[in-house]
């Protein structure tokens, strides 16, 4: 089993889903989308992921800002509405007879191209959209053992030739830094920014602990985290120190305690960082009060 932020309990439902795929459903192993497509050609799209629990989206709000926010920076022109995407939804739920821990993606791609190439101009179709939903599960290993973080040599890139915020497609230099960091025997990768500082992690938002204080990045050089921006705001509400500032792998290696964000684990707790151990061996205290807040925000989430 792979172990990590996205490490998922087995559950055999999931090799019966349908898929979701420009307002049909296909079953899992018959989901199929062109070779044209430009997702598969440059990786040129868009994607947003949320959780369900209890049969209500969970911060759909803030992931569908931030899916117009991208499809809006990268000039793709959404064919249908907020409302009707979420009616969509809905109906991959209710089709895969769905209601708890389930965790659903949407991506949208600009559409088919004519021929291989770059060019948006040579996209002969609307954008393409599917809706994935599967019975996932977070696994309790990673949760309670914490996990194990490697520096990567791969930096996250200036907002110039492509905004780290942005929730695009396009992930490669993230696998690539994930990939060394497994060459290395970690689980996850840390990646720093242009300029050295503490960025984030290839696929979850990065915190540390010092002396009871919160730190994270600025946030000009980390992905857009919607679990991020909820942890802050816990900070804030709960009058615990919270700062977005720089700091480098000097700090970092002194940590009391370090967690990382992200919509499917939630908070997970690392423990190592490049062979040096943080905190204990599992998670701090900070991290696990502000875990128990951030369930106590979905629960408010999905009052009715």
Not at 67 to 74: D, E, G, P, R
Not at 164 to 175: A, I, Q, T, Y
Not at 191 to 209: E, I, K, P, R, Y
């Amino acid at each position: 089993m792979v172990k990590g932020t996205h490490q998922a309990k087995e559950d055999p439902r999931n090799k019966d889903i349908q898929i979701f795929i420009n307002g049909t459903f296909h079953a899992r192993d018959q989901a199929k989308i062109s070779v044209f497509d430009s997702g598969y050609l440059v990786g040129d799209g868009v994607w947003e992921a949320f959780r369900v629990h209890e049969g209500k989206l969970v911060f759909i709000d803030q992931h569908l800002d931030r899916l117009w926010q991208s499809a809006k920076v990268t000039g793709i022109d959404l064919p249908f509405s907020r409302e009707a995407l979420i009616d969509d939804i809905r109906k991959t739920l209710e089709v895969n007879d769905m209601h708890d821990h389930i965790h659903v993606r949407v991506m949208v791609t600009r559409g088919i191209k004519k021929t291989p190439s770059q060019d948006p101009r040579l996209t002969i179709s609307g954008p393409n959209l599917v809706i994935i939903a599967e019975h996932k599960q977070a696994a309790s290993e990673s949760k309670n053992q914490g996990i194990r973080l490697f520096t990567s040599t791969f930096r996250r890139g200036s907002p110039d030739y492509l905004d780290p915020r942005l929730n695009c497609h396009s992930k490669l230099h993230e696998v690539q830094a994930l990939i060394q960091a497994i060459e290395a025997g970690a689980d996850e990768a840390l990646m720093l920014d242009v300029n050295g500082f503490v960025s984030t992690c290839n696929a979850t938002n990065f915190f540390m602990v010092k002396a009871g204080e919160v730190w994270t990045s600025t946030g000009q050089y980390c992905m857009n985290g919607i679990t991020r921006s909820n942890v802050i705001q816990i900070c804030e509400s709960k009058k615990v120190p919270c700062y977005q500032k720089n700091f480098s792998l000097f700090d970092v290696y002194g940590a009391d305690e370090a967690f990382v964000t992200g919509t499917f684990g939630g908070l997970t707790p690392v423990v190592n960082i490049d062979g040096k151990p943080i905190g204990g061996i599992e998670a701090g205290p900070v991290t696990r009060q502000l875990s128990t807040w951030y369930e106590e925000l979905i629960l408010q989430a999905i009052q009715p």
